[in-house]
């Protein structure tokens, strides 16, 4: 069984920061790609951003230069650094994995945790 774990989730005034962290436990032998997507109250999921295990990174227009993705191979987290947040920043952001591979091998794809809550208000 593998899980995501979300944290990080806040409420913080406009201009602030805060650094949300998705973990990956489970017997877990590798995380492909993983990426941070949002969902707003009344709006779609959105993409944020994503990173490879390389180190390949990608972000929404929305986010760039604002937003900084990153991971820690050895421990099976994404880290998602928010900088410079804003009111319609606000949303339940959730962790995705792409593809894991267990012991067998064998494969888990498209995993999603639980999500975290981010609020930007003065």
């Known amino acids: 069984q593998v899980e995501l774990v979300e944290s990080g989730g806040d409420l913080v005034q406009p201009g602030g920061s805060l650094n949300l962290s998705c973990a990956a436990s489970g017997s877990i032998l590798a995380v492909y790609a993983m990426g941070w997507y949002r969902q707003a109250p009344g709006k779609q999921r959105e993409f944020v951003a994503t990173?490879?295990?390389?180190?390949?990174?990608n972000s929404a227009d929305s986010v760039k230069g604002r937003f900084t993705i990153s991971r820690d191979n050895a421990k099976n987290t994404v880290y998602l650094q928010m900088n410079g947040l804003r009111p319609e920043d606000t949303a339940v952001y959730y962790c995705?994995?792409?593809?894991?591979?267990?012991?067998?091998?064998?494969?888990?794809?498209?995993?999603w945790g639980q999500g975290t809550q981010v609020t930007v208000s003065s």
């Open positions: 990173i490879t295990p390389g180190g390949i990174a």
């Open positions: 995705n994995a792409e593809r894991i591979m267990l012991p067998g091998p064998r494969y888990e794809y498209n995993i």
